[in-house]
């Protein structure tokens, strides 16, 4: 009798495990890892994710490579911003036919444009990471119904740590020093702070006297201004002010030994580097 009960219990779980190890995996590919850390705020462990340009390189001059098309043919679904800004990506969904979503398609989005051209960095707006994370839910419950449940859960939590991630940042402008941006690329992680002491005087590509001049001008006539750039800008250049430098990486996110960090991790990261200006 207890052998049989014993043979009963181990078919029982037996199956149980077979039916675990059969449940789908949503497969989500996205262009960029900022995607892929929004992504994984939905679906946490019921995905797996990657994203094609996982360096902090700039995504409109990544060149696909080989190992990027397996990804594509696996996924359920690719991820990606607009055919203006991670085209490549565009490119292998056209090439290979697969189920695809574009950011810029989704109703809502502050959109920011400077000199009649459309600045893409939509994610360093947490305004706009909230509609990104409504539209995707309903679109990855579309693809897979039978984690509607889960989805809605994640995504409540997450509306939660954004609110959160607000207020932090809010608290923390209002002691800061004026803040000139050097980087259009980081214009979105201020766009919901306009009463703060915010002046943009993007890099051109080529620095020219002029330039530099109207920048020097501008700072002097700020008190101690904290300079904001993007990862990829040589803060060297701008060493001779003698003002704070920041760099924030607001271009992508690099993986940490291979394994993509949270959205709130990487975006209070971000929130901490501004929070290394002095304060007033």
């Given amino acids: 009798m207890k052998s049989k009960f014993l043979l009963i219990l181990f078919l029982f779980f037996a199956s149980f495990k077979a039916l675990a190890i059969e449940k789908p995996m949503l497969r989500i590919v996205t262009s960029i890892t900022p995607l892929a850390s929004i992504a994984q705020l939905l679906v946490k462990d019921l995905a797996s994710i990657s994203a094609i340009v996982t360096t902090n390189a700039c995504p409109h001059h990544y060149s696909s490579k080989v190992s990027d098309l397996e990804k594509v043919r696996s996924a359920d679904i690719i991820i990606y911003i607009d055919e203006q800004f991670d085209g490549f990506a565009a490119k292998l969904i056209r090439t290979h036919q697969v189920n695809n979503l574009k950011i810029s398609s989704f109703t809502g989005l502050k959109i920011i444009k400077n000199n ?53 940042k809010q608290n923390l402008l209002t002691t800061l020093p004026s803040l000139v941006l050097l980087n259009d690329s980081v214009e979105y992680f201020f766009i919901d702070n306009p009463k703060h002491d915010i002046t943009n005087l993007y890099e051109p590509k080529n620095k020219s006297l002029y330039y530099m001049t109207k920048l020097e001008t501008l700072v002097r006539s700020k008190e101690q201004p904290c300079l904001i750039l993007s990862q990829e800008q040589n803060p060297q250049i701008y060493q001779k002010f003698e003002r704070p430098i920041i760099q924030l990486t607001s271009e992508n996110w690099t993986l940490a030994d291979g394994v993509l960090l949270p959205f709130y991790n990487q975006y209070l990261k971000m929130i901490q580097q501004v929070a290394s200006c002095p304060e007033k």
């Fill in 116 to 168: 009649n051209q459309i600045n893409w960095h939509l994610w360093l707006d947490l305004s706009n990471v909230e509609i990104i994370l409504i539209q995707l839910a309903k679109e990855l419950i579309k693809l897979k119904p039978e984690l509607e449940k889960d989805i809605n859960y994640n995504l409540q939590q997450s509306r939660n740590q954004l609110k959160e991630l607000k207020t932090i």
